[in-house]
């Protein structure tokens, strides 16, 4: 028979076992405390109609896009978790309580050229609130504290950068350019990319003068406190948009500070990508010895269902890059590897043991303890090789004299200390073991 | 601007969040099984090259695929979970410790029109044993053993009920119709779907004499323990075949009664449609007062990678059809929707001492307790008709007296009971009622 050489498409992510182990501990604490703050969770469908996904392509271009017919079905695999949002939220908008709090941790697609950190398939993991008409600024707070909180529960240091567009949006408004806002803040979002020479020239050529684009470029290196900031920008212009900004600032940094959110400052350079954003912007980076590591973000939008009902849903979110996270991670030896083990106690047989062996490790599962037995291996050193390779924490070697005395020879495989206990005082010291390396 | 009609693609499963809540704690139960059985994760790509997939289809037809080429590359949206783990296998034969034990649970997809309880995307949860050129007939009764165990786990009856291919294939090798098997196997199979003259009819088509179509069907009506088994069919034929999977069938009940499994019978009935087993077979039934509901199953493949491999890897299988059992389960009202509150407290503030109730609400997730403020409610009794509408158990009262004394009035929304507490009373009472709902 001809054969068909096994391999995986480019720039698709796939753990080995071990490593997805890793991974699921990681989701499952973001999980949690999405639950402990309230958030519901969504699992939408990986397709959607073309026309829906595509009503509104977030800045992700067509060309990323997978797309195909099947029948006469037009259809496209998601790219991001928003849009199926907005497509959620607008069709059962008389079903749901708002403020809707959801998060959703999934699958997405971008069928881009697969760079290095870049993949074609990639989790997001993304918690938003939607109000109906209105949304207090207190959401943007709880957002920011959620990401805070996140990086908490995974005992990691953050710093959260933030600010708000409305704040230079004014400033570009005081200008008269509010009709290349987009492409402004396009060129100041590239800022700590490109040189300042070019950013200026590209300034100018939309219009601006030289000192303007000194000027706004000079606002994007303001960052510190609420205060410091006031300090720098709080005369800078007096349109309602730019006022506006600053009132929501003062507003955010009132919630945050009653939430007793700690790792934030306030930094105009913040833009986000996202042309949706309309408000409230933050980014959020892993602190870490030297390394400062962009690592997500999130923020405001006025209006999330603006393609798909004419009722007024503005809402605030925030999302965490954790296929990103995870790879950092793992180069940095984050994950204690030994508190997740793949067993936690071999039950080493000899041939005439092998039913009361089987009979053991059943008991053992019964308590929740990850028992096994090698009966595959045939001789009593493969067994233990077999322990060794897959790095049991704990082996049990039961002949018949262990059976019929009902004690077993337990010994720990790092430091070679052997005990005789009984069924009852091995499964005790298993989950006490358990509850020290959860500590 | 003109809107787009929100909607979701037929027959694509979609839950409410409160239902996802409820699919979450399913899925949960049944990871935590597998981990304790020693099963270890996996999480390939939802796409695959198409060559890939379609080395071996399984018997699902090439017209249900989502297939289609983006650039010069032809994919296909995965169907199952079986061929990935074959291509994952053959690709990392040695870097795996066999036996593998992994464990997927993901979605797949069919294009077919969807019908009542059947969809185009839904969950497949599986859990296989694969050896490198030989596995033990041990693994196929741990397989068995885990799906006895992951419904215990969810505290639901389930009976299972066992064959052996090998038997009645035995008996078709000595009526010398083995070129014609498969199709044999087929009609065995609708046995339950067809009337029985039909079945005669189309087995005679097939070449078999009347009294031998009568034979075959009523070697199917055999069950009950192995003993009953025996006493039936052991001299019914004397090759190697039926030799072999009456040898199988003895060593499989001695490790089933080593492990101490309880819920299952020995049924010749049992075929399995896809026609790749080969020997041990199995189907779960949930046992529910009046109604027996098939709810998966499983069994043993001689060799999963053959077509990526030379390399001979039997394995065996298991896999629940979790998105019917979550639907059966949701109409059986089998879930207390009361234990699995969105919100355990929800703090009723004033407009005074809304900064405080944040800070309050802040701690009490800091405790992790599900802790909510209805900041977007401008009234007081707008914000107690969100506690009764999210279904909250208590509520917190708070107003300038209670910060004030630190004494807050808790106001059980069931019982209507009110009790002053402190915050730490509190944070005590919301867990150890939590621990009563688990227990």
Known sequence: MNLTTPRKLNGFWELMPKEELLFEKLLSNIKETFKQNCFLPLDTPVLEYSDILLAKSNGVSEK?????TKGDTDMCMRYDLTVPLARFVAMHQNELNFPFKRFQIGKVYRGERPQKGRFREFYQCDADIIGSETLSVVADAECIMLFERCFKALNLGVQIRISNRKVLGGFIE?????DVSTEIFIILDKLDKIPKDDAVAQLKELGLSDSQ?????GLTKTNGSLTDILKKVENLCENETFQKG???LKALDRSLKSFDAKNYVYDLSVIRGHNYYTGTVFEGFLQNN????AIG???RYENLCGYFTEKKMPGVGMSIGITRLF?????QNYFDTNSLNEIDLAIINFDETLDDCLNLVSK?????INADCFYENQTFKSKMKEANRRQVKYVLIVGEDEIKEKTYTLKNMQTSEQEKLSFEEIVEKIKSDRMQTQK
């Open 64 to 68: 990323e896009i997978y797309r195909f």
């Open 174 to 178: 005081s200008l008269k350019k509010e």
């Open 213 to 217: 684009a000194e000027k706004l470029i």
């Open 246 to 248: 600053i009132d929501e």
């Open 290 to 293: 030297e390394e400062t590591i």
């Open 297 to 299: 973000g999130g923020g």
């Open 327 to 331: 790879d950092i991670l793992l180069k």
């Open 364 to 368: 053992f599962r019964e308590q929740k």
